[in-house]
């Protein structure tokens, strides 16, 4: 057996462990199960990838991130370790295709979405599988008090029964002491051992700022620090209102949210992770799964739902290790707009009857029928056709989704796949029979291996070029070759999906538990509660606030955020610092605008520049000249 460190300088081309990703692996090959608590970015995936190529067998990898699963597997691919993902996107021939390859052929990842697990036909297949283990990612999703419960998590424990031996390891960057305890529980952990780094970033500063202008503090500070930044707002509108405004004021800004096509959205992260445009404005659809490491910058315009939310979007800045902020920019409206969202999540009984009804009726599916069928969720398309408001069917199809009928997915793009079903020599025959279809059919054989086996992702316009046939005609051919039983052909998709997991309940037969809606309801109460004190606490470091939240006793101040810093700067204040001079001098070497020299002070220090700026006009010490710059006067 190879140790762990070889594997890690053979695959991953690294020389050492972070913190932790050791321990945590020789956990697994001693055969714990095994609880892993690492910030987001800390290096998760290494702690089950090595372990699993140490050892005989597949790992499976349960995780409910269908984008990152593929991008997982892609990665896997590019270091010829053969990996598969199962998700609720796949046909049920795909699907069987693919746990066939489990079972018999040499993989060692299969990635897993939870819903999956469901079926006869998984149990079976996985019985037959030479597990080495189970990797369970988000693993707070199993627990009803994390803030991401997902029901078809608690199912991972039945795949145990199949293999009492094997152990499993859990990881999370979001969990409190409740939800970690209610992992393994749920997880049925024997013979457990639990790793914990702190949850604190010492270069991440956290600063909270109370404002009514939250757009030119956003653009003062997206000038002072020329660095790659993503800035979160809460609506799609609001994404692109202020790229424009960062863009009119010459930073180099994107936007990106859910609603924008695959092809859109791919060409936005590219730029932004190229350094082409500096600044991503986003909506939370934006993040996961984005390994840039210098983001300087990490902005919220508005109050994120929970500490966690936004302990995990504050932490994409300074994943490199380097000085980074975590600015939130808040006002009283923001308070009262979280007031108005909790309300919202939780809709009536009757309106979820009401938008459960709604759904069925759009997908003509017939009561008792279903089960595991998927279907692209057009909630704009649906909400018009029934005269539902978005919002009231978003939250209602949560809350469906929470008592385990349902799993959504997020737009996702799958390209599209092709499986031959026929032997070599068939389709041979009828190549020669059908001679207007051999350039495309040869063209396949030629630039894709392993179509005999195994679904292969192709790509029509590649197709299209190399047959001398334009995309459509060649998605036309495909289809048509489908249709002959010559091929499987999965077209790409790029849009929001929804599984049915389990038969169709009638509306009034739809059960929504009174206790998990009141517990729920509680649970997100006490994460909004939270929020307000994480902003309003003006006594407290920034970072031990949020430490404490998710159940850390041993902290220090970080000397870093506002609220240290402020502390710091009363301390100064006391030896009388004087900005007037500090201004004076600045403008003696060179005039400048209003928003230049306010630029070149620390952020906390805006409002105080601002007001001995003032009074330094009052006093008509300082005067504008004819380009609006100031100088001395
Ligand atoms: P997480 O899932 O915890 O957010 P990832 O597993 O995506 O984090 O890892 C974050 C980044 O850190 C990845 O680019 C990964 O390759 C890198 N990384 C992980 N472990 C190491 C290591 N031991 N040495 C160097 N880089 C590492």
Redesign the pocket.
Known sequence: MNSPKDI?RQY?G?????PL?EDIIQSVLDGHDTLAL?????????CFQVPAMCMDGICIVVSPLIALMHDQVQRLREKNIPAIAITSTMSKRETDIAFDNCVYGKIKFLYLSPERLQSELARVRISKMNVSFIAVDEAHCISQWGYDFRPPYTQIAEIRELHPKVPVLALT?TATKQVADDICSKLEFKNEKRFTQSFARHNIAYVVRKTEDKNSQLFRLAERVQAPGIVYVRNRRKTQEIALLLQSSGIPATFYHAGLTAQDRRKRQEEWLSNRCRVMVATNAFGMGI?KPDVRFVVHMDLPDSPEAYFQEAGRAG?DGAESGAILFWNEADINQLEVNLRQSFPELKDIRRCWQAVSNYFQIPVGSGEGVTRIFDLKKISTTYNLDPVLLFHSMKIIEREGYVALADAINQPSRVHVRVSNQELYNYEVKNQADETLLKAMLRMYGGLFESYVRISEADLARKSGKSPDVVAADLKRFDQLGLISYEPRTDQPLMTLLQPRPDAYSLYISPANLAERRKAAETRVEAMKNFVRDETQCRQITLLKFFGETEMKECGKCDVCKKKAGDAKKKEKLNLEEEILAVLRNEQKTVNELVAMFPLELNADVNTALRKLLDREVVGFDKLRKLRIL
């Open positions: 890690l991953w690294y020389g050492e462990f972070r990703q690492l910030p987001t970015g800390g290096g998760k995936s290494i960057a390994d994943r």
